[in-house]
């Protein structure tokens, strides 16, 4: 079983900036990301992603987040961070951190990102 950890999160005004981290327990992790649920009983959407293979690894953003947000990982330590830039009122949501080993994902219990016009 994968421990998901999460942090960061809360209210910012429009424009402004903000920070989350995750951090799992265990080893063999493929990728690490943020999802994001904007609305009660809409699906999760890819806020971003990073491969955990080779020195750098692979990064995937959702279009709405592309030139705003940053994830960068800290393999060392199972880590990954999501600098979020430039916020907007729409990126109010629920983030919640993944964790792929294999063909398993593990979650976190999401965080709560609210952004104020």
């Known amino acids: 079983q994968v421990q998901v950890v999460e942090s960061g999160g809360g209210v910012v005004q429009a424009g402004g900036s903000l920070r989350l981290s995750c951090t799992a327990s265990?080893?063999?992790?493929?990728?690490m990301g943020w999802y994001r649920r904007q609305a009660p009983g809409k699906q999760r959407d890819l806020a971003a992603?990073?491969?955990?293979?080779?020195?750098?690894?692979?990064?995937a953003y959702g279009d709405s987040v592309k030139g705003r947000f940053a994830i960068s990982r800290d393999n060392g330590k199972n880590t990954v961070h999501l600098q979020m830039s430039s916020l907007k009122p729409e990126d109010t949501a629920v983030y919640y951190c993944?964790?792929?080993?294999?063909?398993?994902?593990?979650w976190g219990q999401g965080t709560q990102v609210t952004v104020s016009s």
């Open positions: 993944c964790v792929k080993v294999g063909p398993n994902e593990f």
């Open positions: 265990g080893s063999t992790i493929n990728a």
């Open positions: 992603l990073v491969t955990f293979f080779g020195d750098d690894g692979l990064t």
